[in-house]
């Protein structure tokens, strides 16, 4: 199965920002800062952060220097803002140590790096023999192997499975290799067996219903909950704040809002400002949907959260949700890319 593999990723790698020509030592800087965005996130929603990021911060030392508010805001839109958190802490444990430690073991230690990223990085940076298998390689084991029992023990024995037939002089090829064919081939929907180097190994394909697998337990439907967010506004400008630096959104701008709460009730608005509705955003969180009322109001400072005024030309910064709702007032939070 390997070797048809490597082979296949010979000819079908993708071209990322964050992968060297063949045989080109990998920087693991790079490979630690693109492995870290690309837990939840898209590969094309990651690209453009990965590129400002390494202009901005090129070294592990730039990053470990740099404000913990520019991060913050350099993130925004990223979404899961405790990885940003823990990527500062890494980098500064990182700068403050030299250099990124070279075993999976060692990787381990530091924070914001679970099982998956020290594996990854130790076997794309530092070509240890481990294996890193995310998402989109389990679906493959799964499928090639049809595995039936229940989708924890299945994701341990493909855990051990990996482990075993990671190539020892080429461990990192192997990991991304499982990743590209399981997002461009081996696709949730519609794989295109047709083209899979594995097709004629997996038994999900031979018992006819590969889509059927990985045979994953339905997941329970998420809570809404209900908010208001205000977009107060002054002479071009719209006042915001940072919110408290742990929790939700930790230490990203925001807009000043309501609790956000499973009923509607209860969250009235403050002040006695002339409330405008302009609409409701929806956005999805891990644990719940968010239904989120904006309201505007040109105001005094009367009552106001502590915060700052903010230039409605420079709202860049803030995480979707705050942007979805400054877009509904004109106002956007997008730097152009
Ligand atoms: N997802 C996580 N890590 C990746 C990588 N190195 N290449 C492509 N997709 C990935």
């Not at 073991?105 to 076997?123: F, K, S």
């Not at 390689?137 to 493909?158: N, Q, Y």
């Not at 071009?236 to 807009?255: D, E, Q, T």
């Not at 979707?320 to 956007?332: E, I, P, Q, T």
Request: with cysteine; glycine share 8%.
């Amino acid at each position: 199965m390997v070797p048809a593999l490597l082979t296949w990723f010979g000819r079908s790698a993708r071209i990322l920002p964050w992968r060297e020509a063949q045989g080109v030592r990998r920087d693991p800087y790079r490979v630690w800062l693109s492995e870290i965005m690309l837990q939840q996130t898209t590969v094309p929603h990651a690209a453009p952060y990965f590129a400002a990021f390494t202009s901005r911060w090129p070294t592990v030392a730039a990053l470990a220097a740099a404000r913990d508010e520019d991060v913050m805001q350099a993130w925004a839109g990223l979404g899961y803002y405790a990885r940003a958190r823990n990527l500062l802490k890494c980098a500064r444990e990182v700068a403050a140590r030299g250099a990124f430690p070279e075993s999976e073991t060692e990787l381990r230690t530091l924070p914001g790096i679970g099982p998956y990223t020290a594996g990854a990085v130790a076997a794309l940076a530092f070509g240890e023999r481990t294996p890193a298998v995310d998402g989109n390689a389990e679906r493959v084991f799964a499928r090639l192997l049809a595995l039936k029992e229940d989708w924890a023990a299945a994701k341990k024995r493909i855990a051990l499975l990996a482990r075993e037939l990671v190539p020892a002089d080429r461990p990192g090829a192997f990991a991304e290799a499982l990743m590209d064919l399981g997002a461009t081939v081996c696709t949730p929907k519609k794989p295109n067996c047709a083209v899979c180097p594995l097709t004629a190994l997996c038994a999900a394909r031979a018992e006819g219903d590969p889509e059927h697998y990985p045979l994953k337990p339905a997941k329970a439907a998420r809570p809404v909950r209900y908010g208001r967010a205000y977009v107060l506004r002054r002479t071009g400008h719209v006042w915001l704040l940072r919110r408290a630096p742990s929790g939700l959104l930790g230490g990203m701008l925001a807009l000043p809002s309501s609790d956000w709460r499973e009923a509607r009730e209860g969250c009235e608005p403050p002040l006695g400002a002339a409330w405008e509705r302009l609409g409701e955003v929806r956005h999805v969180f891990t644990h719940f949907n968010l239904h989120l009322e904006v309201l505007a109001a040109e105001t005094t400072d009367a009552g106001l959260p502590e915060g700052f005024w903010v230039s409605a030309d420079d709202l860049t910064g803030l995480p979707s949700v705050f942007a979805k709702a400054v877009a509904l007032a004109g106002l956007s939070a997008r730097r152009k890319r």
